[in-house]
């Protein structure tokens, strides 16, 4: 797959996925496939990072292998790990004696199980996604940097995996903590920001089937109004389409009207949000 430019990118992104790229995005993700290099993208939590990452896959027709970050991420849940069971049950099989001389066919790549790192580099090509990259621990953006500087994952009793065709990187962060600058040196970057209310509603009627241009529009203005208030959670544009798809199904067409109060479940997500969120989406004189 070859892109002529990042607006070839951009709209084959909406035409595959249905996803809106902003051009800063589109270049950043043009510029880092054309360069084999890491994209990483921070940005408030629901501004569709990891969401971008899918979107790839399907315009480069592959899949996404994805590791999922967190404290105490270790190289057996991200590289590879063994089919102990399966190996014990060989050796059961054999019989009862001496079997020391089956014991390197017990290090056969058949029982090998590929987790998402060495499945994308050893059955490449594929979207290798780092999600929530900042919740991880040094040892495994050590891990990380050996993996992207070489495509390369050693398994000791089998020998050295290289990539024939090196996964596209999506490194997530929700800036809980900076990433090193060895990271940083290797990755091109994008900030999302959320979208302007346009391009907002227009992504809200992509995502939801028969939400009107006029409450589309309605939503996204609500959603700009309420990323400006300082709530403990301001709406993330995942929470506005759950909204949007909510009152949608509460019967809305051309306006909100009275089901936004019934809804307000998938905005407020801290009860300190609660009436702010209820003032902007919900008029004086219509509250119960």
Request: glycine share 6%.
């Amino acid at each position: 797959m070859t892109f002529t430019s990042a607006a070839d990118l951009a709209h084959r992104l909406d035409e595959a996925a249905g996803y809106l790229a902003e051009p800063g995005l589109a270049a950043a993700a043009y510029l880092a496939y054309r360069g084999r290099r890491p994209l990483l993208l921070e940005g408030a939590p629901g501004v569709g990072k990891t969401a971008f990452a899918g979107a790839m896959a399907k315009v480069l027709g592959t899949r996404v292998e994805r590791v999922q970050c967190h404290a105490g991420l270790d190289a057996e849940r991200v590289l590879y790990d063994w089919n102990y069971a399966a190996q014990m049950l060989a050796l059961r099989a054999a019989g009862e004696g001496d079997h020391s001389d089956r014991l390197p066919q017990l290090w056969d790549e058949k029982y090998l199980i590929a987790r998402p790192i060495l499945s994308a580099v050893r059955d490449g090509p594929a979207v290798l996604l780092i999600d929530e990259f900042d919740r991880a621990e040094d040892e495994f953006e050590a891990l990380l940097l050996q993996v992207l500087d070489t495509f390369e994952v050693t398994v000791p009793e089998l020998g050295t995996f290289t990539a024939q065709h090196p996964p596209f990187v999506v490194l997530t962060s929700n800036r809980t903590r900076e990433a090193h600058d060895a990271i940083k040196r290797r990755c091109f970057y994008h900030w999302i920001r959320h979208p302007a209310p346009a391009r907002e509603a227009e992504i809200l009627r992509r995502h939801v089937l028969g939400l009107s241009p006029e409450l589309a529009g309605e939503i996204a203005g609500a959603m700009a109004q309420l990323r400006r208030l300082e709530l403990a959670k301001p709406p993330s544009l995942a929470e506005a389409i759950d909204f949007a798809r909510a009152v949608t199904d509460l019967g809305a067409t051309d306006g909100m009207g009275d089901v936004a109060e019934a809804a307000l479940g998938t905005l407020v997500k801290q009860h300190e949000d609660e009436e702010a969120v209820r003032t902007v989406l919900v008029p004086q004189q219509r509250r119960p």
